[in-house]
């Protein structure tokens, strides 16, 4: 019994695994990136009846093909998904179908599905139990293995459902977006084609065990539902296009090794996604020459690109030279409207250059940063080193303590936060954060505790 109770207790683990992988998988943040996916989700967003600000699109530094809801309003996409998508059209039909999810509710009814299984569970369980003692212990592990398939097998239905209900829904907000079903049945075929290399059948024999519908079957249904909507042969926004194949080289280059990527996007490509795959390629390689040439060729094309600006900045303060990258930082942190994330890294490079009289404006720079993007870890830290280095530790631990509670440690934010608000004028907003801080932190720890 204790051994059927572990395997299926390890099956649910599992589950909960391939739902909600984020917290054990880095988070890949870029200022471009970011800004294309939002504005990709924008319309289908809206056509699921959500809304554009409270739902977020997250990119995991992960190379298999998979997308996924965990709960709340985001949407999860691998960056192997993108690398493995040849259109913004396709990684759309991604989050067409994600949405669904979100919509459907399905991650809130994970424990529907589950509860149906564990009754199946509990009950050959018993019915074991009661053969057991009867004497007949090899029909006792009969049942309880059958129960044990049966309850596997009610779960999977249950997810089978889903994955075709939010199938529906994408196609649903396609169609209201004004969005062509193309790349969505164009990325189901690339699914397929993954399955038949590794030797998955199609057969319905093996869709006992699957989470998923037969992708055949997918394919077939969706066909049929999109080539009949008015949208089918809405054509691709070859802008939205152009700035999906430059992110994308843009990802491949900073992710990839730089061999597979000189290999992949060769010197004799002087395209921009070349180039910008190409200037990460370099700069990872500590070749720093080829990678400024690289972005000074890109700043050529377009000499306002906040995004060019940035990457130029970036190789600078990268290689030892802050006071160098502070003008090309400045300029994209002023054209992209002071986007936090180009914004920290300008932060960055002000204290970096060692000079007292630049951190004032570090500080505004990081404090206006924060204030628009809480979640971003690099920012508070350097806030703080700002801080610290003035001798003000209190707000020194609160900039620790917020960095900290973001990466889930629980036992280090909580002491930070505690001393921080130990040292600051109790009523202040600073102070009250402190506080906030603290009791998030051990709520935390209580919780882990209670599942322990």
Known sequence: MTRFLWQFTAFVAALVLTVQPAAAQSILRDAETEALLNE????????????????DIVLINDPSINAFVAGGQAVYIHSGLINAADTANEVQGVIAHE??????????????????ASNISILSLLLGVGAALAGAGEAAIGVMQAGQRAALGKFLAFSRVQEASADAAGAEYLSLAGISGRGSLSFFGKLQNLEFRYGRSQDDDQAFTRTHPLSGDRIARLTEVYTADP???????????????RVKAKLFGYISPPERVLSTYPASD??????????????????IDKALGEADALLAMNPDDPYFLELKGQ???????????LPFLRNATELSGHQPLIASMFGHAL????????????????????????????????????????????????????????????????????????????GTPDWIRA???????RAALEDIRDRK
């Open 40 to 55: 990709m989700a924008a319309p289908l967003v809206e056509a699921a009846g959500l809304a554009p600000g409270n739902v």
């Open 99 to 116: 949405l669904g999810h979100i919509t459907g509710g399905h991650i809130v009814r994970f424990d529907e599905g589950m509860s149906a």
């Open 231 to 245: 949208a089918w042969n809405a054509p691709d926004d070859p802008a939205l296009q152009a700035r999906f194949e």
């Open 270 to 287: 002087t395209s921009l996604p070349a180039r910008y795959a190409r200037a990460y390629a370099y700069h990872k390689s500590a070749l």
């Open 315 to 325: 190789v600078l303060l990268e290689s030892g030279r802050p006071y160098d990258a």
């Open 351 to 426: 204290i970096a250059t060692e000079d007292k009289e630049q951190f004032d404006e570090a500080e505004r720079v990081l404090k206006a940063a924060v204030a628009r993007d809480r979640l971003n870890p690099f920012a508070w830290y350097q806030l703080g080193v700002v801080y610290a280095a003035r001798g003000d530790m209190a707000r020194a631990r609160l900039a620790s303590a917020e960095q900290q509670v973001m990466r889930r440690n629980y036992p280090e934010a909580l002491r930070s936060a505690q001393a921080a608000e130990a040292g600051l004028e109790p």
């Open 435 to 441: 506080q906030d801080i603290s009791l998030q932190a």
